[in-house]
């Protein structure tokens, strides 16, 4: 069992940055490909960004060239830094970590408006 834990959402103004964190207990989190998810109201979940354990990265084409995502595996943390946010990226998100099982943190609301 992993459990999972994302801070760092806010309200910002379309143009700003957050960076969005996700803590993970247990001794096994550098084997788990871990990912960010959202899902705006009234919308499916989706994903954003996953980080595989060896370190490649993929992004939604939506978030590509303004969203990293990266990880520090001896802090057991993921991490989502966000740039030039747009009122679209407003979502509640969602860190997920994946090795046979999949587990989900409880969400951390992102809110872009002026």
């Known amino acids: 069992q992993v459990q999972l834990v994302e801070s760092g959402g806010g309200l910002v103004q379309p143009g700003g940055s957050l960076r969005l964190s996700c803590a993970a207990s247990?001794?096994?989190?550098?084997?788990?490909?871990m990912a960010w998810y959202r899902q705006a109201q009234g919308k499916q979940r989706e994903l954003v960004a996953r980080?595989?354990?060896?370190?490649?990265?993929d992004y939604a084409v939506s978030v590509r060239g303004r969203f990293t995502i990266s990880r520090d595996n001896a802090k057991n943390t993921v991490y989502l830094q966000m740039n030039s946010l747009k009122p679209e990226d407003t979502a509640v998100y969602y860190c997920?970590?994946?090795?046979?099982?999949?587990?989900w943190g409880q969400g951390t609301q992102v809110t872009v408006s002026s």
């Open positions: 980080i595989f354990s060896g370190g490649s990265t």
């Open positions: 997920s970590a994946r090795y046979i099982n999949e587990y």
């Open positions: 247990g001794s096994a989190f550098r084997i788990y490909a």
